[in-house]
Nanobody, 120 residues
Framework: QVQLVESGGGLVQSGGSLRLSCTAS????????MAWFRQAPGKEREFVAT??????TVSDSVKGRFTISRDNAKNTVYLQMTSLKPEDTAVYYC???????????????WGQGTQVTVSS
């Protein structure tokens, strides 16, 4: 089992930047695929970005603004968010899976979430 702890959320003005971090502990094989999802009030949890050692991708809604990266030595994944918009406001969750996937249902480890609020 993998344990995930996120940090870095907060309040930022529109156009600003934030960097989220997620540190994992536990079975390494279950950290193959690390991802970020987000959930806004009244909406379903949606995919934001995902990364393995050899590939990464982000959703169309954040492409060109968000970048995902990972430090394997630290078992940490980052989400660099720039040009933030009010519609990016959500709770951001880190997740881990043992294979490449973008499907929320395939991720079997989740962090507690960190709030990101973008004011207009």
């Amino acid at each position: 089992q993998v344990q995930l702890v996120e940090s870095g959320g907060g309040l930022v003005q529109s156009g600003g930047s934030l960097r989220l971090s997620c540190t994992a502990s536990g079975r390494t094989s279950d950290m193959y695929n690390m991802a970020w999802f987000r959930q806004a009030p009244g909406k379903e949890r949606e995919f934001v970005a995902t990364i393995t050692r050899i590939a990464n991708t982000v959703s169309d809604s954040v492409k060109g603004r968000f970048t995902i990266s990972r430090d394997n030595a630290k078992n940490t994944v980052y989400l660099q968010m720039t040009s933030l918009k009010p519609e990016d406001t959500a709770v951001y969750y880190c997740a881990a899976a043992s294979h490449w996937t973008l499907s929320r249902n395939d991720f079997n480890a989740w962090g507690q979430g960190t709030q990101v609020t973008v004011s207009s």
